[in-house]
């Protein structure tokens, strides 16, 4: 399956009304969820590559789970959180070549004009940098995997 086949499925499953779709062709799986595991997310879909099913709430567990006694704490203030999302389409890198180390990871504090990742479209690399302060909560896409404009990349927590 080529990009184009894939970003216009995404497309399609982004304005249709479908929470999940699976394809298959021979030994590739592509599988696209709306939110991930009913967490709240923006609107556009996640793609995952292939693995293996994750086990949904209703499956029985595969070892039985240790009671822990409930302690009564205050609920703590929700965080608000960011997102440094996709200024176009094209295909995600974390790295600015193979053997290099990552422009960002889970835990690094990224600066206003800060590179955190780049994106390639139509044979060009462009270096997305990052527009707010704050820590990287979770790296929502994985290397060499498409996006589409606007899709998040990046959850941060602002500083």
């Known amino acids: 399956?080529?990009?184009?086949?894939?970003?216009?499925?995404?497309?399609?499953?982004n304005k249709s009304d479908l929470n999940e779709v699976i394809l298959e062709e021979g030994e590739f799986r592509l599988t696209i969820r709306r939110?991930?595991?009913?967490?709240?997310?923006?609107?556009?879909?996640?793609?995952?590559?292939?693995?293996?099913p994750i086990p949904s709430a209703s499956s029985p567990p595969s070892e039985p789970v240790p009671e822990v006694?409930?302690?009564?704490?205050?609920?703590?203030?929700?965080?608000?959180?960011?997102?440094?999302?996709?200024?176009?389409?094209?295909?995600?890198?974390r790295r600015p070549g193979p053997d290099k180390e990552p422009y960002v990871k889970v835990g690094?504090?990224?600066?206003?004009?800060?590179?955190?990742?780049?994106?390639?479209?139509?044979?060009?690399f462009n270096e997305i940098q990052s527009e707010?302060?704050?820590?990287?909560?979770?790296?929502?896409v994985e290397d060499a995997q498409p996006v589409e404009y606007d899709q998040p990349l990046f959850e941060i927590e602002p500083l």
């Open 35 to 52: 939110g991930v595991l009913g967490a709240a997310l923006p609107a556009a879909p996640v793609v995952q590559p292939s693995s293996p």
């Open 108 to 124: 690094d504090i990224v600066r206003p004009g800060q590179v955190v990742c780049i994106i390639e479209a139509m044979k060009l």
């Open 1 to 13: 399956m080529d990009l184009k086949s894939i970003l216009e499925l995404l497309r399609f499953v």
């Open 132 to 140: 707010i302060s704050g820590k990287v909560v979770r790296i929502l």
């Open 69 to 93: 006694s409930k302690v009564e704490t205050p609920p703590s203030p929700p965080k608000k959180l960011e997102y440094i999302r996709s200024p176009m389409v094209g295909t995600f890198y």
